[in-house]
């Protein structure tokens, strides 16, 4: 699973590398600290031209009364992505990228301490999660929403976590947004043994109101 993300990357890098026009209301960066509910950047295709959005980091099926209504769907499978109700729609026809600057995830020790861990890519750059959304109607209100792809973990990031983000590079943001036909679902793979890098981070992390560039720094 992804529960939480950084992003240190400036909106006109964003717009400028994803080649997308960008919204007027963007979540501010950076941000050490995206915990599930919050705004987060997407970038999105329609009729052949990205646009860089907020959408909200917590799928809401349509069925839904309230955005508390059911489980807090901030990740999806990529294994059953094309078939769970939530999802399936998502998956054929409102698929998205989810730029990041590296993630967080959490091993435990001996004596049962949750140890985080930041990932971040082997070189210089952005990462960009798979992801999927749909616009959620009630009363007059929408909210627009979004979900992490994940998928099964290779390599020694199995040491960490056994899921991982499905990670996208710039060869296959076309295919991923629609822009290149069908047959996206060959990109649901873990990412090749190198691409990232991991260190231990401090405890702050744990907390979901901590802030700063500290969070990420190595112990």
Known sequence: ??????????????????????????????????????????????????????????????????????????????????????????????????????????TTDAEGTRLPWYIRPAGDGALAFAGVWQDWQRGGETIRSCAIVTTAAAGSMREIHHRVPVLLGAQDWPLWLGERGHGAAVLMRAAPEGALRCHRVGPEVNASRASGAQLVAPL
Request: proline letters at 10%; one cysteine or more.
């Open 1 to 106: 699973m992804c529960g939480r993300y950084a992003v240190s990357i400036p909106q006109d890098t964003m717009a400028e590398l994803f080649e997308a026009l960008p919204d007027n209301d963007l979540p501010e960066t950076p941000n050490y600290n995206i915990c599930p509910t919050m705004p987060v950047h997407t970038v999105r295709s329609e009729g052949g031209v990205r646009r860089l959005s907020a959408m909200r980091w917590g799928f809401l099926p349509h069925w839904y009364k309230s955005p508390g209504d059911g489980p807090l769907l901030f990740n999806a499978r990529a294994e059953s992505l094309a078939e769970k109700p939530a999802f399936r729609e998502a998956c054929r026809k409102r698929r998205c990228l989810i730029p990041v600057s590296g993630f967080y995830e959490w």
